[in-house]
């Protein structure tokens, strides 16, 4: 199977899918989710799908209810636009990784492979993890590993790199993992790798700018009382999801008006996060980080 969907039937739910609507699936990924939102759709419902990965494109599914669109989701506005339909009953967004690239070696998403170090969503860009591990500063690779996977020695990490690199150029995932073996705490290399590929990952796909970039056009790009459903997989994209739905901006500094209410674009379906059930996560590892908020746009003007 190209990609398991996580939290399928609570996601689609969240969505609330009117038969003539039209919603957007911001990571079309294998499409699973897609297809559980055409299933729910009726002959004259939209369904608008982004992704700014080939082999997703490639697996689009025959629906000309579907338009699929091979972009990042940062783009948003200017799509739903170009194709006349803004503003939408409801926006998916899974911000997960596919199981698809990580079962690729030569992508280089995984630990458990030698690959190239690429870990390019978009494989037609030019900057990927190589670039970065060989030509970025010792300072850059610090607030990188800072910054992106909250590393404790990501100093001690990033010197070590400079060092490694200046020797021979660091190419594979395993060239990689050997260059740092001696920054990696004892009997922690199964966490502490993990953490270093997704810092790298962050920065080769601008993850966090494009995610608030995305977030911020929800507000406009959503109907008054449409759903905002994401899910999000580790602690960074979603505190800045959790401090959007709640306040309207990435800090979570909550601005009141006249009378006392919040200001914010947004009202909280769920006050905690949604995460995955037993039954999921016996049949789908992947899915145990994930975490799922659902808002509705509301008019707070």
Known sequence: MYHNPVLLKESINGLLIQQAGIYVDATYGGGGH???ILS?????GTLLAFDQDDDAINNKVDDERLILINQNFRYLKNFLKLYNTYPVDGIL???????????????GFSTRFDGELDLRMNQNQLKSAK?????????????????????SNS??????????REKEAILTTVQLKKAISSCIPANFEHKYLPVVFQ????EVNEELESLKEFLLQTTQALKIGGRLVIISYHSLEDRLVKNFIK?????????????GNIKTPFKQISKKPITPD???LKSNNRSRSAKMRIAERINNE
């Open 34 to 36: 897609s297809k559980e």
């Open 40 to 44: 729910r759709l009726g002959e004259n």
């Open 93 to 107: 967004a899974d911000l997960g990784i596919s199981s698809h690239q990580i079962d690729i070696p030569e992508r």
């Open 131 to 151: 670039e970065v591990i060989n030509t970025y500063s010792e300072t850059e690779l610090k607030l990188i590993f800072q910054n992106y996977g909250e590393i």
């Open 155 to 164: 100093g001690k990490l990033a010197k070590t790199i400079v060092e490694q």
């Open 199 to 202: 810092a790298l990952r962050i």
């Open 247 to 259: 306040s309207g901006n990435f800090e979570g500094e909550v601005e009141k008006d006249f009378f």
């Open 278 to 280: 037993e039954n999921e």
